[in-house]
T-cell receptor
Framework: GNSVTQMEGPVTLSEEAFLTINCTYT??????LFWYVQYPGEGLQLLLK?????DKGSNKGFEATYRKETTSFHLEKGSVQVSDSAVYFC????????????FGTGTRLQVTL | NAGVTQTPKFQVLKTGQSMTLQCAQD?????MYWYRQDPGMGLRLIYY???????DKGEVPNGYNVSRLNKREFSLRLESAAPSQTSVYFC????????????FGPGTRLTVL
């Protein structure tokens, strides 16, 4: 079956630090990969996605590259801001699954001044 | 556009009581989903509806029922609430098909005493 494994949090960084949140997956076939972000008290919203191997998704300074050889989709940002404090979820979607998503457990990021 | 709306935002129930969580979307999406979010577990799919008139079980359907009332609305019912159903519930919708982003509502925080 499908599964997504994320690094455990919380991750605490100072503003302007470099961020990496690891995500690896197990899936049959060729899934699409997503990062969703959840700000305090809100629902999830799509941050970025990649639909095939070697694709790079990017948005708001965040990037992630779909690495089929290592089954990974790590999230990176060169310089985090306090406003990036949130919970980040990695997810995958397999073809023919009615667009269902399989989520990781989420990683809480706290950015301090 | 309101996107995905959910009611109520908060609810406290006693064990054995019943309730219905309401969800509506105004984006003309075919697919709708109900998830629950628990600490350390990420989001888990309860039920989904790939199109009006169809519903299917997800990962954790026990203790829940759903109704796809029309294309816009997808409700989740707890017939006899249990403390194990204390959670935050999210509704989402999407265009049916691979690669498509899911749009989430703001969530309902449910406590069962």
């Amino acid at each position: 079956g499908n599964s997504v494994t994320q690094m455990e949090g919380p991750v605490t960084l100072s503003e302007e630090a470099f961020l990496t949140i690891n995500c690896t997956y197990t899936a049959t076939g060729y899934p699409s990969l997503f990062w969703y972000v959840q700000y305090p008290g809100e629902g999830l919203q799509l941050l970025l996605k990649a639909t095939k191997a070697d694709d790079k998704g990017s948005n708001k300074g965040f990037e992630a590259t779909y690495r089929k050889e290592t089954t990974s989709f790590h999230l990176e940002k060169g310089s985090v801001q306090v406003s990036d404090s949130a919970v980040y979820f990695c997810a995958l979607q397999n073809t023919g699954t009615a667009s269902k998503l399989t989520f990781g457990t989420g990683t809480r990021l706290q950015v301090t001044l | 556009n309101a996107g995905v709306t959910q009611t109520p935002k908060f609810q406290v129930l006693k064990t054995g009581q019943s309730m219905t969580l309401q969800c509506a979307q105004d984006m003309n999406h075919n697919s709708m989903y109900w998830y629950r979010q628990d600490p350390g577990m990420g989001l888990r799919l309860i039920y989904y509806s790939a199109s009006e008139g169809t519903t299917d079980k997800g990962e954790v359907p026990n203790g829940y029922n759903v109704s796809r009332l029309n294309k816009r609305e997808f409700s989740l019912r707890l017939e006899s609430a249990a403390p194990s159903q204390t959670s935050v519930y999210f509704c989402a919708s999407s265009v049916t098909g691979t690669y498509n982003e899911q749009f989430f509502g703001p969530g309902t925080r449910l406590t069962v005493l």
